[in-house]
């Protein structure tokens, strides 16, 4: 039986979500759709010929055609949507972050505690991004030995003027907040943001570098560059004792032309982590059938979101900030 889904926001995100959904992923049907914009929901009903556009998020949540619903709206409705989601007793994929601030994010750990059962699942679909799970699995093997440090680039070709520096922590690095945490096994401890200066014409969001220490002792940088103009760009790179493992951006051609032998950049994350979005989609709705959860969970989104917070805390005054998190859980662990 499919796994009818409905989904909250159809804009660049929830747009390639219903299409991914529509077309690549057995045993799933988009049944209805909402956005606060009717105008999208109807054009996306139109291209992928499914789902019911309707009028209120509420209602969709609650209708008994909906088995599961899919949240891309924008930041600060995700927590309120995805309560309504437990509420209801239905599997959610939020898209990340799980709320700006992490005490909204444990209001809804609370929800699902007091549930029982993991519902929710995140969209750091990079845990599905073949390159990093062979990173991962290429450090479990125990070839290169333990790892030392992480190295994070994240590079976007341009940010609207309202993507400050905030968001730079809070909506972009919360990306590699969660893969460091994942590559690495290990909660992050200590944060220290710096700023180089600013970059001339850009947004007030570019340039922000940030180290991070582990728990269990590596180090693990981040640089997030919102206006790098060139392309999409995201870099890691693994140090370990004997050696290291870096990403390769998934590519398929190069064209050698005017004395230049280059690699296109993507102009945003949906070319580079196509893979990775539809794995994640595919893996979510294989787990909803089976009725078991996937994925970054609800703990993993409170956790990204704590770091962000004592990230915002030093890129105010650059001091080093400690990370605290609550207690996990066992639901979590
Ligand atoms: N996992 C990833 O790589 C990415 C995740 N995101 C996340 O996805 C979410 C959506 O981002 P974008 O698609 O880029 O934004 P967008 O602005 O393109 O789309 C958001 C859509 O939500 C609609 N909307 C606004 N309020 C709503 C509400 N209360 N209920 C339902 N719909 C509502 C808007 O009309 C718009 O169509 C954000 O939370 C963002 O952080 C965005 C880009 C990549
Ligand atoms: O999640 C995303 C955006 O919200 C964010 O703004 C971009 O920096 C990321 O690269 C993208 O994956």
């Not at 929901?41 to 899919?70: F, M, R, W």
């Not at 972009?172 to 909660?187: T, Y």
């Not at 940088?221 to 392309?231: H, K, L, P, Q």
Request: charge should be neutral.
């Amino acid at each position: 039986m499919s796994v009818r889904v409905g989904i909250l926001g159809v804009g660049v995100m929830g747009s390639d979500h219903a299409r991914i959904l529509a077309t690549q992923v057995p045993g799933a049907t988009v049944q209805a759709i909402y956005d606060a914009d009717p105008k999208r929901a109807k054009a996306v009903a139109a291209e992928i010929g499914a789902g019911t556009v309707v009028t209120d998020a509420l209602a969709l949540i609650n209708d008994a055609s909906v088995d599961a619903v899919l949240v891309a709206s924008p930041d600060q409705t995700h927590k309120e949507l995805t309560l309504a989601g437990i509420a209801a007793n239905k599997p959610v994929l939020c898209e990340k972050p799980l709320a700006p601030t992490p005490a909204e994010c444990l209001e809804v750990i609370a929800a699902e505690v007091k549930l029982g059962r993991r519902l929710v699942q995140i969209g750091y679909m990079r845990r599905f991004d073949p390159s990093y799970v062979e990173m991962k699995a290429g450090l479990a093997s125990g070839r290169l030995g333990s790892a030392l440090m992480f190295h994070c680039i994240h590079r976007n070709v341009a940010a609207p003027d309202w993507f400050d520096s905030k968001m730079a922590v809070n909506n972009s690095a919360v990306h590699e907040f969660d893969i460091a945490r994942w590559m690495l096994d290990a909660e992050l401890v200590g944060i220290t943001v710096f700023r180089p200066k600013p970059a001339k014409g850009s947004s007030p969001g570019a340039p922000v570098f940030l180290m991070l220490e582990s728990a269990t002792g590596q180090l693990v940088t981040v640089e997030v560059f919102n206006d790098a103009a060139y392309g999409y760009d995201v870099r890691g790179e693994l140090v370990c004792e004997k050696g290291t493992i870096a990403l390769r951006a998934p590519t398929r051609t190069e064209t050698n032309a005017e004395l230049i032998q280059g690699i296109a950049y993507p102009a945003d994350w949906r070319p580079r982590f196509a893979d990775a979005y539809r794995l994640q989609a595919q893996a979510w709705v294989k787990a909803i059938a089976r009725g078991t959860a996937t994925g970054a969970s609800a703990w993993d989104g409170y956790a990204a979101a704590a770091i962000a917070e004592a990230g915002l805390l030093s890129l105010a005054d650059g001091r080093r900030v400690e990370i605290r998190l609550a207690d996990r859980p066992p639901l979590y662990r």
